[in-house]
């Protein structure tokens, strides 16, 4: 196997950028570039005083470790390229929007770009590495482009190297990983490849984590570890509004059937809906394979997980609205949290926006905070990026600065976001500052129903029923 001595990486995103980072951290002796065609991603990357792009608890202190040393961050995409012995692509796959396939399949575009940029710059061989998620097969066209397109004496070796960090824990994902997967074609210079790739992660990571399979079932696992992963949170959803309708407790019902040893403990956790840039788009992308692969059943089912998830975020705007009395207009609205989850400043798909559309539709005026993301990005998830007039959206949604600003004069307050420091507010404090009756909907299970209780707040929980 080739020795690993330089890396690029195209795309600094939420997870080149992290990802990279840590492996420029546990590997010294590796250059690391990070490359972007976005001048002000890689700006923030390299700000002096490390207002770096993204929030990740611990992410600042891999950065500042080594910056400079051996990791860096530039918008020279071709230069990056034809210095690298080994390329990450971790450029974004969203949803297509318009053509074949609009709502459900990849949008491969960047990807394919990005291949195309590889195979025009190199002058020597690389192995080239899919950390982005794909659908099943795509390793196979990018070889095709890559021959399609090499200079002679090129070759290229193409892994599918799926990340499954978790953005809000994404640094201690990377420092100590459940395993790292590889996937590789099984002719002698695939597996080569494979090895020079599992070198690197054995920096850091013990050899038996280091899955080593074929390209295609790599492919394919990425999609099957997020439909997995949604379909638990679509179940348990599914079952809170079982529990609201009988008086059953879902965080009762998750912690009995999680001490089942097949079942486990994890990601039970009953909740307005689930969000992020991955779960939906990865979910969507599987039911469009399943589709095409003419297998319309199999597509259904997974299709039906994320009809739950809207399912719950209609379901819990409705029960805001029924309890108020049927009607919300002109109400003040708080809702606490608007990235997807805690510990990230990241808003792609929340629940909070979905949310605060429907209260915004009823007329409500609605009242925003949250700690780590922007009023700017809040206003671009609002506007949809510019498609509803900005004017229109501040004549009734604010941003505040705290929690308690935000709730002030409030007839009710929405836990859209598990924020741990949304549990220790002053919750009397903020009973004392709204109108009475004064609501509290918990659309996370994180808040002391029976303190609200007390305090005088009319308290409706996920999956709680009336006892
Ligand atoms: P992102 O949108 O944050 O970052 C992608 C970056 O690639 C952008 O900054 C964009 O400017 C850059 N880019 C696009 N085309 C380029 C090109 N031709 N040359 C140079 N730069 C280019 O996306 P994110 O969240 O980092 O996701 C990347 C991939 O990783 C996606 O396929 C996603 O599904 C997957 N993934 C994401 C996870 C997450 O938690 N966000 C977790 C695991 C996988």
Redesign the pocket.
Known sequence: PVEVKKIVC???????GPTCSVIAFKCPHIQVTI????QA?IDAWNDPDFNLPIYEPGLVDVVKACRGRNLFFSTE?DKGIAEADLIFV????PTKKSGLGAGFAADLN?IE??TR?IAEVSTSSKIVVE????PCRTAESMRTILEANAKPGCNFDILSN??????GTAIDDLFAPDRVLIGSLQSASGKSACESLANVYANWIPRDRILTVGLWSSELSKLAANAMLAQRISSVNALSAVCEATGANIDEVAYAIGKDSRLGPKFLKASVGFG???FQ??ILNLVYLCESLHLPAVAKYWHAVVEMNEHQKDRFSKKVVDTMFNTITGKKIAVLGFAFKKDTGDTRESAAITLVNHFRAERAHVSIYDPEVTESTIMLDLTNYGEISAESVQKNVKVAKTAEAACCGSNAVVIATEWDEFKTLDWQKIYDSMDKPAFVFDGRLILDREALIKIGFKVTTIGTGAI
């Open positions: 195209i795309g600094a995103g939420y997870v080149g490359v972007d065609l976005n991603r995409v971790s450029v974004n796959t960047y770009l990005a940029r950390k982005s998620t794909v799926p990340e499954f960090l978790a953005e992020g840039s991955c788009k990865d």
